[in-house]
């Protein structure tokens, strides 16, 4: 079984500032994990993943993300926000389902970012 | 290039109606996922299609709910004799390939209303 728990519903951050959104994890075996971004009226678009590797993962629009396996964590970081940044981040891991392949994802509920002018 | 398109991008429909939702997946990919987003929640898993054949379907809620893909690209959702618990938005996954370091790329979503 898996879980991903974003603590966090609501972030709120001046732009300009570094930015952080929580993420922890609860898997049997390897954790792969991801971050998505949900725009108003969009589909889900894809900002990082971590597979394996480096525990700093880089991604899209700035955005980077920490891998803690002690800490079973996978916090969403940018240096510098900006407005444009507003949306709702969710986090997600793979679900292994061996005895169908379907490998589809797990997601948290959700954390709505805004960047304050 | 091209992303997952689904169509219709809104549906309202009256309880007790027959819905179908399309989903055109990226071309080339393998995988095709169907998720249902209720309000305030994250996606959640219906089911996975690799190729034409329907592998896994456990996240389908009730035996009202059917999916297939027929030639392997296009993808439909249905649901038949629609409740007013099946409002949501239902989101369509693509991925190259079916190994686990693929990344899903999603389609807009339909927002199903049911009145």
């Known amino acids: 079984a898996q879980s991903v728990a974003q603590p966090e519903d609501q972030v709120n951050v001046a732009e300009g500032n570094p930015l952080t959104v929580k993420c922890t994890y609860s898997?049997?075996?390897?954790?792969?994990l991801f971050w998505y971004v949900q725009y108003p009226n969009r589909g889900l678009q894809f900002l990082l993943k971590y597979i394996t590797g480096d525990n700093l993962v880089k991604g899209s629009y700035g955005f980077e993300a920490e891998f803690n396996k002690s800490q079973t964590s996978f916090h969403l970081k940018k240096p510098s926000a900006l407005v444009s940044d507003s949306a709702l981040y969710f986090c997600a891991v793979r679900a292994l389902r061996i005895k169908t392949g379907a490998n589809n994802l797990f997601f948290g509920t959700g954390t709505r970012l805004t960047v304050i002018p | 290039g091209a992303g997952v398109s689904q169509s219709p991008r809104y549906k309202v429909a009256k309880r007790g109606q027959d819905v179908a939702l399309r989903c055109d997946p990226i071309?080339?990919?393998?995988?095709l996922f169907w998720y249902q987003q209720a309000l305030g929640q994250g996606p959640e898993f219906l089911t996975y299609f690799q190729n034409e054949a329907q592998l896994d379907k456990s996240g389908l809620p009730s035996d009202r709910f059917f999916a297939e893909r027929p030639e392997g690209s296009v993808s439909t959702l249905k649901i038949q004799r629609t409740q007013q618990e099946d409002s949501a938005v239902y989101l369509c996954?693509?991925?190259?390939?079916?190994?686990?370091?693929?990344?899903?790329?999603f389609g807009p979503g339909t927002r199903l209303t049911v009145t």
């Open positions: 996954a693509s991925s190259y390939r079916r190994d686990i370091s693929y990344e899903q790329y």
């Open positions: 898997v049997s075996g390897n954790p792969y």
């Open positions: 071309s080339g990919h393998v995988s």
